[in-house]
C-alpha cells in the first residue's frame, strides 16, 4: 500500500511571503497527486491536480511541482495572506492505476500570520 | 458546478443504534462515490468505493456488515452505521466521481457522527 509523509508540524509563515509544503511518498508511482485544502470541521477542497508526466502546474498563486524520481510533490501558495491558513493534504489514487479511491497524507498545518 | 451534499452534517445517537448518512451530488451524475472516515489529527482513510447499482467494494479491516452502502441512483449514496458504538464517532466524508471525469473527485462537506 501507499504511504504519505506530510510534515505534520505547524508551519508559521510571515504574510506576503512564499509557504512551501512537502509531500513523500513510498511504494508505487502514482497516475496522479492531488492537493486540497482543509479547514476544521469541513470536507477536503480540491486545489489542484499533477499527473506523473507533468513537472510543474500553476494556478493564480498557487504551484505544484511532481518529481517521480525523487518520490515528492512541492506545494507552494506566493503572496501567502492569513485566509490561506488551513490544513494541507497530498493524495495519491490509492493503487496506481488512477480510477479508484484517494490516500491521504495527515495534512500540514499551515499558519499564515500578519 | 460539481457540488456534493451530504446530510446530516452532524448527528448524536445512542449505542447500539443505526444511523444513515445521505451523499448527493447536486449538478453531475455520479458513477463512483468514495467512503472516507477521519479521526481528531488524522489523515482521510478510505473505507469503500461505492459504484453505482453494484456492490460496494470494502478497504481492508473494513467491516461491510457493519457499514452498509448502498448507491440506488447516479445521485446519491447512503452510508448505514449499524449497531454503533462510541469508536464509531467519527468524521464521515463522501466523495463522488463524475460519468465523464476519469479521476476528478469531488467531497462532501462531512458528517460529524458521535455515539454516546
Known amino acids: 500500500s501507499q504511504k504519505i509523509e506530510q510534515n505534520s508540524e505547524a508551519l508559521n509563515i510571515q504574510e506576503g511571503k512564499t509557504a512551501t509544503l512537502t509531500c513523500n511518498y513510498t511504494n508505487y508511482s502514482p497516475a496522479y497527486l492531488q492537493w486540497y485544502r482543509q479547514d476544521p470541521g469541513r470536507g477536503p477542497v480540491f486545489l489542484l491536480l499533477i499527473r506523473e508526466n507533468e513537472k510543474e502546474k500553476r494556478k493564480e498563486r498557487l504551484k505544484v511541482t511532481f518529481d517521480t524520481t525523487l518520490k515528492q510533490s512541492l506545494f507552494h501558495i506566493t503572496a501567502s495572506q492569513p485566509a490561506d491558513s488551513a490544513t494541507y493534504l497530498c493524495a495519491l489514487d490509492s493503487t496506481g492505476g488512477g480510477a479508484d479511491g484517494l490516500t491521504f497524507g495527515k495534512g500540514t498545518h499551515l499558519i499564515i500570520q500578519p | 458546478g460539481a457540488v456534493v451534499s451530504q446530510h446530516p452534517s452532524w448527528v448524536i445517537c445512542k449505542s447500539g443504534t443505526s444511523v444513515k448518512i445521505e451523499c448527493r451530488s447536486l449538478d453531475f451524475q455520479a458513477t463512483t462515490m468514495f467512503w472516507y472516515r477521519q479521526f481528531p489529527k488524522q489523515s482521510l482513510m478510505l473505507m469503500a468505493t461505492s459504484n453505482e447499482g453494484s456492490k460496494a467494494t470494502y478497504e481492508q479491516g473494513v467491516e461491510k456488515d457493519k457499514f452498509l452502502i448502498n448507491h440506488a441512483s447516479l445521485t446519491l449514496s447512503t452510508l448505514t452505521v449499524t449497531s454503533a458504538h462510541p469508536e464509531d464517532s467519527s468524521f464521515y466524508i463522501c466523495?463522488?466521481?463524475?460519468?465523464?471525469?476519469?479521476?476528478?473527485?469531488?467531497f462532501g462537506p462531512g458528517t460529524r457522527l458521535t455515539v454516546l
Open positions: 466523495s463522488a466521481r463524475a460519468a465523464d471525469s476519469y479521476n476528478e473527485q469531488f
